[in-house]
T-cell receptor, first 113, second 114 residues
Framework: SQELEQSPQSLIVQEGKNLTINCTSSKTLYGLYWYKQKYGEGLIFLMMLQKGGEEKSHEKITAKLDEKKQQSSLHITASQPSHAGIYLCGADIGGGSNYKLTFGKGTLLTVNP | NAGVMQNPRHLVRRRGQEARLRCSPMKGHSHVYWYRQLPEEGLKFMVYLQKENIIDESGMPKERFSAEFPKEGPSILRIQQVVRGDSAAYFC????????????FGSGTRLTVV
């Protein structure tokens, strides 16, 4: 089974709508990263969360970490076509290796103008 | 300040050939990580290297795959005798001394085995 589950797998929204993507771990999280990937391109770092309850924002994107639930959510407010892409969560799970990240399969976001 | 540079961006190899993927870390970064993204799967850790040292290769297939990060020059991921199942996107990331927090990924090399 997948150690990091992302939901939904894909999402289509109308421009201007809000949306949330979830990332749930089956093990203890020691750091949670959110990345965005355009199809066929590399990963763009969005945010890193380390402490339970931590919340970070960048422009219209907010990420939260619920340590007890072993879950993180990524919320986009007033979505724009530029937000379209694949959102990946990655985490240092269980071992606290400080370098080895486990990734979810990604959430494909489409924003219709 | 150039980011993590990977080349080539696309690589086509026939079954049985060798594939060499290169990664130049960001300036000042001495730690390199390789990940593989197979179709319909998430990114999977392969190997973690520092200059002239392999720190963790627990994600590397036991055969045909090798990685190095020499004192001078880029890190190289080498796949010998490629098979169709090796077709994937291979991503390199780098970080400054002290650990991963601060990972920066390259744009990846897309390997297609025909």
């Amino acid at each position: 089974s997948q150690e990091l589950e992302q939901s939904p797998q894909s999402l289509i929204v109308q421009e201007g709508k809000n949306l949330t993507i979830n990332c749930t771990s089956s093990k203890t999280l020691y750091g949670l990263y959110w990345y965005k990937q355009k199809y066929g391109e590399g990963l763009i770092f969005l945010m890193m969360l380390q402490k339970g309850g931590e919340e970070k924002s960048h422009e219209k994107i907010t990420a939260k970490l619920d340590e007890k639930k072993q879950q993180s959510s990524l919320h986009i407010t007033a979505s724009q076509p530029s937000h379209a892409g694949i959102y990946l969560c990655g985490a240092d799970i269980g071992g606290g290796s400080n370098y080895k990240l486990t990734f979810g399969k990604g959430t494909l976001l489409t924003v219709n103008p | 300040n150039a980011g993590v540079m990977q080349n080539p961006r696309h690589l086509v190899r026939r079954r049985g050939q060798e594939a060499r993927l290169r990664c130049s870390p960001m300036k000042g970064h001495s730690h390199v990580y390789w990940y593989r993204q197979l179709p319909e799967e998430g990114l999977k850790f392969m190997v973690y290297l520092q200059k002239e040292n392999i720190i963790d290769e627990s994600g590397m297939p036991k055969e045909r795959f090798s990685a190095e990060f020499p004192k001078e020059g880029p890190s190289i991921l080498r796949i010998q005798q490629v098979v169709r199942g090796d077709s994937a996107a291979y991503f390199c990331a780098s970080s400054p001394p002290g650990g991963s927090y601060g990972y920066t990924f390259g744009s990846g090399t897309r390997l297609t085995v025909v």
